[in-house]
Nanobody, 125 residues
Framework: QVQLEESGGGLVQPGESLRLSCSASLYIGSGYCLAWFRQAPGKEREWVTS???????DYTHSVKGRFTISKDNAKSTLYLEMNDLRPEDTAMYYC???????????????????WGQGTQVTISS
């Protein structure tokens, strides 16, 4: 049972941009977090960014100023706008969600109960 589904991945050259989308199969009310994680071969799954139900966002240092997370509640869709992509950004990207959050979003995978199947993002010349 997949609650979230990502799309928009692909192969791009360094410096180019890409936008990922994630559709939710579950209704999400107040007090929730939506996030993007990524995992490169042989590496641990890494938290990239998250957005709280009120719109508050947070980013890992390596993507600050380049990536933007946003959501469209009417479309039940989460987005990740990625600019100035670098080879180091190459990974499988996953969207994740959790509900019942009171103050802040978790940054570890264990804090999220809902996951998408992943979409591959490859940056190469």
């Amino acid at each position: 049972q997949v609650q979230l589904e990502e799309s928009g991945g692909g192969l791009v050259q360094p410096g180019e941009s890409l936008r990922l989308s994630c559709s939710a199969s579950l209704y999400i009310g107040s007090g929730y977090c939506l996030a993007w994680f990524r995992q490169a071969p042989g590496k641990e799954r890494e938290w990239v960014t998250s957005i709280f139900s009120d719109g508050t966002t947070d980013y890992t240092h390596s993507v600050k100023g380049r990536f933007t997370i946003s959501k469209d509640n009417a479309k039940s869709t989460l987005y990740l706008e990625m600019n100035d992509l670098r080879p180091e950004d190459t990974a499988m990207y996953y969207c994740a969600g959790t509900s019942g959050v009171k103050w802040s979003c978790p940054v570890e995978s264990g804090g999220f109960g809902f996951w998408g199947q992943g979409t591959q993002v490859t940056i190469s010349s």
